[in-house]
């Protein structure tokens, strides 16, 4: 948890916990409300801008274990965040990283748009950490935007 400087949280999270085996890169994740009883987790968003496909399906491994382990979901669901539902949309490293969740035997539904993160689509939202990083100061910047408008009346 941290609500400071991410570069440094990750670094120092890193060498006083060590990494897991088997992960090359550590993510961040942060929960979004959703219209369902669970909320939904984005990884990442913030700590691997440049991405590989292998790191977007580490992510996934990570949320699905997070999700199961400590929401205790059975079978969380895992979406990659696209410009589109279609397995061919998106960057190559995108339509790569569909390939290797299609052929998992995590419960990958598919590839998931902005909208599906709020609406409970799914428990799992995997991207890189320059868009999950958007998204989140997008979404911080909507309850702000409420909160000021409701103010105002």
Same mark, same amino acid.
């Given at each position: 948890?941290?609500?400071?400087?991410?570069?440094?949280?990750?670094? &120092?999270? &890193?060498?006083? =916990?060590?990494?897991?085996?088997?992960?090359?890169?550590?993510?961040?994740?942060?929960?979004?409300?959703? *219209?369902?009883?669970?909320?939904?987790?984005?990884?990442?968003?913030?700590?691997?801008?440049?991405?590989?496909?292998?790191?977007?399906?580490?992510?996934?491994?990570?949320?699905?274990?997070?999700?199961?382990?400590?929401?205790?979901? #059975?079978?969380?669901? %895992?979406?990659?965040?696209?410009?589109?539902?279609?397995?061919?949309?998106?960057?190559? %490293?995108? *339509?790569?990283?569909? *390939?290797?969740?299609?052929?998992?035997?995590?419960?990958?539904?598919?590839?998931?748009?902005?909208?599906?993160? =709020?609406?409970?689509?799914? #428990?799992?939202?995997?991207?890189?950490?320059?868009?999950?990083?958007?998204?989140?100061?997008?979404?911080?910047?909507?309850? &702000?935007?409420?909160?000021?408008?409701?103010?105002?009346?």
């Amino acid at each position: 948890m941290s609500a400071g400087n991410t570069g440094a949280m990750l670094s &120092t999270a &890193t060498v006083l =916990l060590g990494r897991i085996k088997g992960v090359s890169r550590p993510t961040i994740g942060s929960f979004f409300p959703s *219209q369902v009883d669970s909320p939904t987790i984005v990884v990442d968003v913030g700590a691997n801008v440049d991405v590989k496909a292998r790191y977007l399906y580490e992510f996934a491994v990570m949320g699905n274990i997070y999700m199961n382990q400590m929401r205790n979901i #059975d079978k969380p669901r %895992i979406g990659l965040l696209n410009v589109g539902e279609e397995p061919s949309k998106g960057t190559e %490293i995108l *339509q790569q990283t569909y *390939q290797m969740l299609s052929e998992s035997n995590m419960n990958f539904i598919g590839n998931v748009e902005g909208k599906d993160i =709020l609406n409970g689509a799914c #428990d799992v939202v995997v991207c890189d950490g320059y868009t999950g990083n958007a998204i989140l100061k997008f979404a911080e910047s909507v309850f &702000t935007l409420i909160k000021f408008k409701l103010k105002s009346i």
